[in-house]
C-alpha cells in the first residue's frame, strides 16, 4: 500500500489570493452558485491550481471563512460586559457588514447541504462558540454571574437577537444596539436575581 501524501500547499501570498477571491464570490453570488470555476476566474488561477490544494468546494469556503477577520484572542477586560462589546463590536463582529453577509451567503446551504453545514459548524462556528465560552467562563469564576445561571442558554443569546433584527426585521446593527442588547437583556439575565412573583393577598395580610 502506498502511503498517504497530503495535499500540496499553494504558499504565501497567491493561498491568500485564493481563499479572498473566495469570500467575493461567495459574497456576490452565496454558496449554491459559486464554483470552482468562478474562483479560479476571480483569484486568475487555474482550476487545476485549486484542485491541488482544495478537494471540492465545501473545503475551500471553510477555509476562506476560517481567515475571515475577527480577534484573534479573547478579550479578558475584567468586566463581562466589556469584554462581550469587544468581542461583538468591529471587525469581524456583529456590527460588522462583511461578517454579517458572509454568514447570510451560507444561511441558505446550511439547511441543504449536509456536509457543508458538518464542516460549518464544526470548524466555522466551533471555535466561535468556543471563544464567547472563554468569555462567559471568565465571568463566572469572577463572580459577576448568578450561581443557577444557564449558560448553555445564555453564551448564544447575543448573536441570536442581534441576527433576529438583521434577517427578520432588516435591521443593519451598529454598536449602539448590540451594547443596548448586553445592558438591557443579557446583563440583566445574567447578574441579577429572577424577579420574584407579586405576593398574593394572603401573604399580604401576613406581612
Not at 497567491?14 to 483569484?43: C, F, N, P
Not at 466551533?126 to 445564555?154: N, T, Y
Request: charged fraction near 30%; include cysteine.
Amino acid at each position: 500500500m502506498s502511503p498517504i501524501t497530503e495535499r500540496p500547499r499553494i504558499e504565501g501570498d497567491r493561498e491568500q489570493q485564493i481563499l479572498e477571491a473566495t469570500l467575493q464570490v461567495l459574497g456576490e453570488v452565496g454558496y449554491d452558485r459559486l464554483t470552482m470555476d468562478a474562483v479560479a476566474a476571480q483569484a486568475k488561477a487555474s482550476k487545476a491550481t485549486l484542485y491541488r490544494r482544495w478537494t471540492n468546494k465545501v473545503s475551500l469556503v471553510i477555509e476562506a471563512l476560517q481567515h475571515t477577520k475577527g480577534p484573534h484572542e479573547t478579550p479578558d477586560t475584567g468586566s463581562l460586559r466589556e469584554d462581550l462589546r469587544i468581542a461583538f463590536c468591529g471587525d469581524g463582529g456583529l456590527d460588522d457588514p462583511d461578517s454579517v453577509a458572509m454568514f447570510s451567503s451560507v444561511l441558505t446551504a446550511i439547511t441543504r447541504d449536509p456536509e457543508f453545514a458538518e464542516a460549518f459548524r464544526r470548524d466555522v462556528i466551533g471555535p466561535k462558540l468556543a471563544f464567547s465560552q472563554q468569555i462567559w467562563q471568565r465571568a463566572r469564576d469572577r463572580g459577576e454571574l448568578r450561581e443557577d445561571v444557564d449558560l448553555s442558554l445564555l453564551e448564544p443569546a447575543l448573536a441570536g437577537i442581534v441576527l433576529h433584527r438583521v434577517f427578520l426585521m432588516g435591521e443593519a446593527p451598529d454598536a449602539d444596539v448590540i451594547t443596548r442588547v448586553i445592558d438591557q437583556i443579557i446583563l440583566p439575565a445574567a447578574t441579577r436575581d429572577p424577579a420574584r412573583p407579586l405576593p398574593t393577598a394572603n401573604e399580604k395580610d401576613l406581612s
